[in-house]
């Protein structure tokens, strides 16, 4: 399981439902209903990762979270979870909206573009970043909105969302020492929990 995914579990409570936007494969839900009985449903307009995700038993509405979520009602779930994902919507403003009234409590986690080593590659070789984790290029990246830290944290506020936890993750399974303290720097994915 990705490394942001294996963290945000467990602020997913037990027998819960959860909407999971761009659930790309299942995998995650699949994760969610087997270890920790959750009831969730997958967002997705990518035909091959819906078919891989039906394959794995799990309930899939093919939809584009960019033309709106006016098909669900409010608080119609406990959690909603957009996990890298937030920088390839157009509306990524919007999406938060949407999440946080059909569900009670959001999820979302992406790449901190403020990272050491993007500003690094960008500051030296004057070229957008390309590592193992983004392995794009600047003209086939489905990364629209390059957000950092500070950028997401002053959407938030600027939009009364309240941050109700936050954490960060580096490349490998091991906690990042400098991220907690200079997340803005050094974490390469930040993850947050949100509500109104």
């Known amino acids: 399981m990705r490394l942001d995914l294996s963290h945000i579990q467990r602020w997913i409570a037990p027998e819960?439902?959860?909407?999971d936007l761009g659930c790309g494969d299942g995998v995650f839900l699949e994760f969610l209903r087997d270890q920790r009985q959750v009831r969730g449903t997958g967002l997705e307009?990518?035909?091959?990762?819906?078919?891989?995700?039906i394959s794995r038993g799990i309930n899939v509405i093919e939809q584009d979270m960019d033309a709106g979520l006016a098909n669900f009602p409010d608080q119609s779930f406990d959690t909603v979870v957009l996990a890298l994902a937030l920088q390839a919507v157009?509306?990524?403003e919007r999406v938060l909206d949407e999440m946080l009234r059909i569900g009670r409590e959001g999820i979302v986690t992406f790449p901190n573009f403020g990272h050491w080593r993007?500003?690094?590659?960008?500051g030296l070789q004057g070229r957008m970043p390309v590592s193992s984790f983004m392995p794009y290029t600047w003209y086939n990246t489905p990364n629209i909105h390059f957000c950092t830290?500070?950028?997401f944290e002053d959407l938030c506020r600027a939009k009364g969302i309240r941050i109700v936890s936050r954490d960060?993750?580096?490349?490998?399974?091991d906690q990042p020492?400098?991220?907690?303290k200079w997340p803005n720097l050094f974490a390469s994915t930040a993850i947050y929990r949100i509500s109104r």
């Open 16 to 19: 819960s439902r959860v909407l």
């Open 90 to 92: 157009k509306y990524p």
């Open 149 to 151: 830290v500070k950028d």
């Open 118 to 122: 993007c500003r690094l590659m960008l």
């Open 168 to 173: 960060v993750v580096g490349e490998t399974r």
């Open 177 to 180: 020492m400098l991220s907690n």
């Open 45 to 53: 307009i990518d035909q091959r990762y819906i078919t891989a995700a």
